[in-house]
């Protein structure tokens, strides 16, 4: 036999964290979709004109909280929250690949997840190609969470569904 050195070195590892909130979700779309027309700009060319502007409410700092409690088990790093905004999507909205490159983490937490209304894609960029090769696919679920590097590419796919879809984002940068 021979004696052989073999080494493996890990380039790029990506993980996205799924958890569940047990914070009154229903009351919290109540609150999103009594502001809908509060658009964080008006501007229809705007990344932020789909988003929605959410007032600050107890049930959001519980579900920040859950967040940041959760992504310590995990990763025994401690992250704030920065900012978080509402996404009400009708028929037929999507949203189109982006990141949140300024900000350490993100987060995505569904209140409201209609059969048909859509996908959340996250779409790695592993080489120039960015081919979609790599592409993961994530089927939303009402009062769950998904918690991932901020860099990564994701979008949204159509709500094909005649009823909303109404989710939220956050953003935490690590202390």
Not at 31 to 50: A, H, Q, W
Not at 120 to 146: C, M, T, W
Request: with cysteine; glycine share 4%.
């Amino acid at each position: 036999m021979i004696n052989r050195h073999i080494e493996l070195t890990t380039i790029v590892k990506i993980d996205v964290m799924k958890g569940k909130s047990f914070a009154d979700l229903n009351t919290l779309k109540d609150i999103l979709l009594k502001e809908s027309d509060n658009r964080l700009s008006e501007d229809s060319y705007d990344t932020r004109y789909e988003d929605t502007y959410c007032p600050p409410h107890p049930i959001i700092d519980q579900i920040i909280n859950e967040m940041i409690l959760d992504f310590k088990e995990v990763t025994n790093e401690d992250i704030i929250c920065d900012e978080y905004w509402g996404h009400i999507h009708e028929k037929n909205m999507s949203t189109n690949t982006h990141n949140h490159g300024d900000s350490y983490v993100s987060s995505v937490l569904y209140l409201s997840v209609p059969n048909g209304s859509g996908s959340l894609v996250f779409i790695p960029k592993i080489d120039s190609r960015n081919d979609h090769a790599y592409r993961q696919i994530f089927e939303p679920i009402e009062g769950y969470y998904y918690l991932f590097p901020s860099y990564i590419d994701h979008y949204v796919t159509r709500n094909k569904s005649e009823e909303k879809r109404v989710s939220m984002s956050f953003n935490f940068t690590k202390v």
